[in-house]
């Protein structure tokens, strides 16, 4: 997706989602994952922060510029990977970062998505998401294919194989529920984009349920 959509795009500076994540919940955070990293902007402002920080992307080029934007931070890590099949131990991380990662899911591929970052965050552990909203209008090349319980919508964008997820707040916090997450802050974002685009987004701050504060699946 980022080889395809980003290569060219300027991705200095982060997000001001996440560097209000950063500066409010991880004072104490020791390893963090940025989950679908693309260029590495906060990676780098993760580990300016003096954070042990693991970049992880699909993208080869996303990989090759987050390399390049990290080499003078030598408490840092750059791979590539797959957010269905993370290449880490349980519990590796104390804080995640995932930016617009989740959205190119259909709700089965959301699950494995979901299990792996309960998988590799610590109890206890904080994560910060940002997705699609349903208050967003899909674009006329995007066609429905599926609408779960939650309210929230998959399409498939025309003449390709690229799934578009629109999430419900509903949504979210059943999946946070279901993997073993409180949501500590949750928002939605609404604003019109430098191309004049009406945008939307979730912003979720979840927190790792402690081992004997699971709820039953």
């Known amino acids: 997706m980022y080889d395809r959509k980003y290569s060219n795009k300027d ?3 982060p997000r001001s989602v996440v560097t209000y994540f950063v500066d409010k919940y991880l004072t104490q ?9 693309g260029a590495g902007r906060h990676s780098r402002y993760i580990a300016e922060k003096g954070i042990d920080v693991t970049a992880i992307d699909l993208s080869e080029i996303g990989v090759e510029k987050t390399k390049e934007v990290l080499k003078d931070f030598p408490n840092s890590k750059v791979l590539i990977g797959d957010i269905h099949n993370l290449p880490f131990k349980d519990g ?21 998505a979901f299990a792996e970052i309960e998988r590799v965050v610590k109890d206890g552990g904080i994560v910060l998401i940002t997705v699609r909203s349903i208050s967003q209008q899909p674009k006329p090349e995007e066609i429905l294919i ?28 059943a999946l946070a529920k ?15 984009n430098s191309e004049n685009e009406s945008k ?4 979720a701050i979840l927190k790792k349920l402690e081992q004997s504060g699971r709820l039953p699946q």
């Open 11 to 13: 991705e200095a500076s």
């Open 92 to 112: 590796s991380f104390d804080s995640l970062v995932c930016n617009r990662v989740l959205d190119y899911n259909d709700d089965a591929g959301l699950e494995i």
């Open 146 to 173: 599926a609408e779960n319980s939650e309210h929230a919508k998959s399409f498939k964008v025309a003449d390709s194989t690229q799934v578009q997820h629109y999430f419900t707040e509903q949504e979210i916090r």
């Open 200 to 203: 939307a987004e979730w912003q």
């Open 178 to 192: 279901k993997h073993n997450f409180d949501v500590e802050e949750i928002r939605e974002d609404k604003h019109v």
């Open 29 to 37: 955070s020791k390893d963090c994952l940025d989950l679908g990293s």
